[in-house]
């Protein structure tokens, strides 16, 4: 079975294992940005529409 992200990343830096570490956060931060323009996008477009998609 599959540990948390946080786990893992818990687990990087405990054992000094920053560029692991790092990677974890990159690709967290990466996807906050996605879901957020996503969503911008969304909401964009259904406000101008004035109609659910």
């Given at each position: 079975?599959?540990?948390?992200?946080?786990?893992?990343?818990?687990?990087?830096?405990?054992?000094l294992?920053?560029?692991?570490?790092?990677?974890?956060?990159?690709?967290?931060?990466?996807?906050?940005?996605?879901?957020?323009?996503?969503?911008?996008?969304?909401?964009?477009?259904?406000?101008?529409?004035?109609?659910?998609?």
């Open positions: 079975m599959k540990e948390f992200p946080a786990f893992e990343l818990f687990m990087a830096m405990r054992v294992h920053y560029r692991d570490a790092l990677t974890l956060i990159f690709f967290t931060i990466l996807l906050i940005i996605l879901v957020e323009k996503l969503s911008d996008f969304l909401r964009r477009k259904i406000l101008i529409d004035g109609k659910p998609l």
